[in-house]
């Protein structure tokens, strides 16, 4: 009688055993564009640091396609269990929603950190008839859609800025869509598309150069480079993101993954990963994450609104 009392007493304690011990199996990372873009660079950025802070492998995945939504629907419908989590941009959840019928709003994930914040540069393709930002506005005022240039996707936060930019400017372009900015970049290198605006990260990987910074100050990383601002044309613009986790997903799981995520932002290694990238780190916890999201998702829905893009 006494051992079976010991093991019905084990026996209850396993479960909880079985979640304080959270993770104890690898975490899949859905990464929602294709290899070689800005998202996919800093997650992998940060997925071997997040490996180390959490004590198992984190597993990146990609999943391109329709601007991100096919990746971050996959995330918003898994199981909550803490297994499978996401990394995402913020245009993906704040602007995609009001553009196509996405499975999913603002509000439908579990925020887990904020992990980087980049301003976005104007980027020159290779072979383009210009070499400065001020030559790709003369050449665009040579002829209706004479400039053609790229983004990754109708609606995305690149095609919005640069359409701003060429607006401001009284000029027009012809856009080219791309699944993400690997494509775009190689588009860029192959001398498909002349022009298009990305992080910084990408004239970092790839050697294409960098016309000007969407930006009131230049960046430490790419000290040579203007400011629109400085050029005329005063325009702000960044893509920022972190990790997602499906709605539901328990207190005690969150908070282990934002510890996780926080460290893994302080460690060297990611640091001098964004570094390379001319990227950069910026933490916040998941409640400052979600807000952040939310308020900007409720201004692009009326700026969308706005310039007749939304679908509701």
Known sequence: MIIRALLLSLALLLPAAAQEAYPSRPVQLII????????????????????????????????????????????????????????????????????????????????????YDNPQVVILGRNAPFSDLRGMIAFARTGKEALVYGAPGQGSTQHILFAQLLRAAGVDGLMVSYTGAGPMAAAALGGTIMAFAESASIPASTGLQALAVLADRRMPGLPEVPTSAELGMPMNGSTYGGLLAPLGLPDAMAAVLERACEAAVASEGFRNAAERLNAGPSFLPGAAFRARFLAEAAVNRTLLQELGLSNR
């Open 32 to 115: 929602p564009y294709p290899p070689g873009g800005n998202t996919d660079l800093m997650a992998r950025a940060l997925q071997a640091e997040l490996s180390r802070a959490l004590g198992v492998s984190v597993v990146g995945v990609n999943r391109g396609g329709a601007a991100g939504a096919i990746g971050n629907a996959e995330v918003a419908r898994a199981r909550p269990d803490g297994l499978t989590i996401g990394v995402s941009p913020n245009n993906a959840i704040t602007t995609q929603p009001f553009l196509q019928a996405t499975p999913y709003q603002a509000d439908g994930f579990r925020y887990i950190c904020q992990f």
